[in-house]
Each structure stands twice: as C-alpha cells, then as structure tokens.
C-alpha cells in the first residue's frame, strides 16, 4: 500500500527566506504527485502537478521536483511572504485505474513578518 | 466559471443519525471524488464515480456510500453515525477524459458528530 510522508511536520521562517519541503512515498508506480495548499478549515487548491515522466514543475515562485526512483519530492518556495502561511500537502495518483490520490499529514508553514 | 461546490458547510449529528452530503462538479467534469480529512491528517480517499458509475472504493465500512447523477452532481451517506466520522469531507472533480487527470477540490463540508 502506497505511503506518503512528509518533513517537517511543521516549519517556521522569517519572510523572505527560501525554503523546502519534502514528500517521500514508498511506491514508484506513480502517474504523477501533486502539491496542495490548504488554509485553516478550507478545502484544498491544487499549486503544481508533476506526471510521473517529468523531473519538475515552476510557477512563480515555486518549483516542484520529482525523483520517481527513489522515491522523493520536493517542493521549493522562493522569497517567502506572510500569505505563504498554510498546510502543504503532497499527494500521488497510483496506477490503479481510479482517482485515488494518496496524501501525507502535510507540512504546516507559518511565515514570520 | 464556477468551482467544486459543496452543501451544506457544516453540519451537526448525533451518534446513529445518517447524513446526506453533496457536491456539484466543475461544468463540464463527468468525475467526481470523495474524500474524508481527520483533523491533523491528510485526505483518505473514499469513492470514485464516472459516468454515474464506481470506479474506485477506498478503505471504508459499508456504512458509507454514494451515487452519481445523471447532472454528474454527487451525494456521499453516512449510515450509523459514529464519533470517528466526525470529519471534513472533500469533494474533487475531475474532466474524467483520461488518467492522471488533475482534481479540483471544494470547500468542504465539516461534519461534527456528538
């Protein structure tokens, strides 16, 4: 059974730094992984979707890479704003036949003005 | 263009009660996912339909179910409640045109079971 995992639990930054945070799932056969942002008690939007034969993804001021072999994702976020604060979470699409997204426990950023 | 939409947003139940759920997909997505989010955990999924049929059932008890309507609007029941569904469930959509697709999610409905 596909497992998500996701470090650190929680990460606190003053604005402006750059910072990284990690998905690692324990089986390759993916069709893609994607990364969500979700603020306090609201649902989910979708930030960048990686398929499983791309190493990565931008859109502003994040860049997602993918490393299907071993397992790993990451999720980078450049020059980091108060408005960044939320809960990322990484999910993977099995090959399965359904829609059903695997997710970690997420990533809690709070952003320090 | 409007989003996922989910009624109602919150919702409170007693244990035994059951509870209708529904969701609207985005015009045009024949797709529709459910998910149940515990507070602190990630998303689990619960079923897939496409085309107003199954297509995908995750681990939960027959307690739960759901159905698809020819609109492609969705309903999730909860038979039985317990404390343990209390819950946000989420509902994604999706165009249902091919694999790998993305989901868009709704706001969620905030289940609360006493």
């Known amino acids: 059974k596909q497992e998500v995992t996701q470090i650190p639990a929680a990460l606190s930054v003053p604005e402006g730094e750059n910072l990284v945070l990690n998905c690692s799932f324990t089986d390759s056969a993916i069709y893609n992984l994607q990364w969500f942002r979700q603020d306090p008690g609201k649902g989910l939007t979708s930030l960048l979707l990686i398929q499983s034969s791309q190493r990565e993804q931008t859109s502003g001021r994040l860049n997602a890479s993918l490393d299907k072999s071993s397992g790993r994702s990451t999720l980078y976020i450049a020059a980091s704003q108060p408005g960044d604060s939320a809960t990322y979470l990484c999910?993977?699409?099995?090959?399965?036949?359904?829609?059903?997204?695997?997710f970690g426990t997420g990533t809690r950023l709070t952003v320090i003005p | 263009d409007a989003g996922v939409t989910q009624s109602p947003t919150h919702l409170i139940k007693t244990r035994g009660q059951q509870v209708t759920l529904r969701c609207s997909p985005i015009?045009?997505?024949?797709?529709v996912s459910w998910y149940q989010q515990v507070l602190g955990q990630g998303p689990q999924f619960i079923f897939q339909y496409y085309e107003k049929e199954e297509r995908g059932r995750g681990n939960f008890p027959d307690r739960f179910s759901a159905r698809q309507f020819p609109n492609y609007s969705s309903e999730l029941n909860v038979n039985a409640l317990l404390l343990g569904d209390s819950a946000l469930y989420l509902c994604?959509?999706?165009?249902?045109?091919?694999?790998?697709?993305?989901?868009?999610f709704g706001p969620g409905t905030r289940l609360l079971v006493l």
């Open positions: 999910a993977v699409l099995g090959q399965t036949g359904a829609n059903n997204l695997f």
């Open positions: 015009s045009g997505h024949k797709s």
């Open positions: 994604a959509s999706s165009p249902g045109t091919g694999d790998g697709e993305t989901q868009y």
